[in-house]
């Protein structure tokens, strides 16, 4: 792991927000993508999967709703980051396990808080 890992963000609600601000005291570099940031669906995509390209993003946090936690943490560990899930990790137990079983796969952790 590099000692000043690049760190997305996704979501900038009210756990974003908190998260932005624990960020910003350690001084870590990150960027924050939020739906809401974009006019369309589809622009924010594109720049999700462009984010998630870039060999420079080392680790993601998802602070985005519930439901999303599960389809955007696989994308994240496939995409080779490690991710820093807000509880709780998904609504599924079985998601769970697909997860776990990716993230052994993939070499990857997930943390969540």
């Not at 997305?8 to 756990?15: A, E, I, K, P, R």
């Not at 995509?45 to 080392?58: F, G, R, V, Y």
Request: net charge positive.
């Amino acid at each position: 792991m590099t000692k000043n890992p690049k760190i997305v963000l996704f979501g900038h609600g009210y756990w974003g927000q908190k998260i932005t601000e624990t960020l910003d005291r350690m001084k870590k570099p990150y960027l924050v993508v939020d739906p809401k940031y974009f006019q369309t669906s589809q622009e924010f995509e594109n720049h999700k999967l462009k984010i998630l390209a870039d060999p420079a993003i080392t680790h993601a946090v998802l602070a985005v709703s519930t439901v999303e936690h599960f389809t955007l943490a696989q994308e994240v560990l496939q995409a080779g980051k490690h991710v820093f899930i807000e509880k709780p990790i998904v609504l599924k137990s079985q998601e769970c396990q697909q997860l776990l079983a990716l993230s052994v796969q993939v070499k990857k952790s997930i943390f969540v808080d």
